[in-house]
């Protein structure tokens, strides 16, 4: 089974550019989560999707922050225009959804986004 | 609101010796836990999870954590440890709502195994 894809593994931008990340979940997975790992930190989720509908973005700063799950399948995290504070790890994670069985709780990642702004 | 505090940013064992990692949680209802391990330039993967059925919960590569509701307190063990066995390690904690499950990390604790 393929795991979660991640694209691109690596970016580098100056301040104020715009930048844009990918995921493609585990397949038949619902449920979609972006994560932002900041160095030293553990993961903080920003948004959660369940097919392609927002469950939870409390936490994504909507103000330069927007991701999308067209079709309920693979997903896109933007940022624009970015700052210094965004330099982190994003990550992707998948899972069932909740009410299908226990094995549903696992969240799968993808091996992230390391951007690094200057 | 569901929380995980990990005692020790970095722990340091020899190799061979016993590995504990500590995670105290607080939550208003039964939690789900887990433990989560991430190497250099990798995602993060599940080491293993508590779902309300047994206390003591076997993981992979060896580990296991213990739940204990009156201490509330998920550490995680393992008796032996290897080099392989060096990464960072994230205990979380997990509010499942209909349909929708949401996890809070901990801060991480740095595992370094010495030969």
């Known amino acids: 089974e393929a795991g979660v894809a991640q694209s691109p593994r690596y970016k580098i931008i100056e301040k104020r550019q715009s930048v844009a990340f990918w995921c493609n979940p585990i397949?038949?997975?619902?449920?979609l989560y972006w994560y932002q790992q900041i160095l030293g930190q553990g993961p903080k989720l920003l948004i959660q999707f369940q097919n392609n509908g927002v469950v939870d973005d409390s936490q994504l700063p909507k103000d330069r922050f927007s991701a999308e799950r067209l079709k309920g399948v693979d997903s896109t995290l933007k940022i624009q225009p970015a700052k210094l504070e965004d330099s982190a790890v994003y990550l992707c994670?998948?899972?069932?959804?909740?009410?299908?069985?226990?094995?549903?709780?696992?969240?799968?990642f993808g091996p992230g986004t390391r951007l690094t702004v200057t | 609101a569901q929380s995980v505090t990990q005692l020790g940013s970095h722990v340091s064992v020899s190799e061979g010796a016993l590995v504990l990692l500590r995670c105290n949680y607080s939550s208003s209802v039964p939690p789900y836990l887990f433990w989560y391990v991430q190497y250099p330039n990798q995602g993060l993967q599940l080491l293993l999870k508590y779902t309300s059925a047994a206390t003591l919960v076997k993981g992979i590569n060896g580990f296991e954590a213990e739940f204990k509701k009156s201490e509330t307190s998920f550490h995680l063990t393992k008796p032996s440890a290897h080099m392989s066995d060096a990464a960072e390690y994230f205990c979380?904690?997990?509010?499942?709502?209909?349909?929708?499950?949401?996890?809070?990390f901990g801060q991480g604790t740095r595992l370094t195994i010495n030969p």
């Open positions: 994670a998948s899972s069932l959804e909740g009410r299908v069985s226990r094995a549903a709780y696992e969240q799968y």
């Open positions: 979380a904690v997990s509010k499942h709502r209909r349909g929708a499950q949401k996890l809070v």
């Open positions: 397949s038949g997975h619902a449920t």
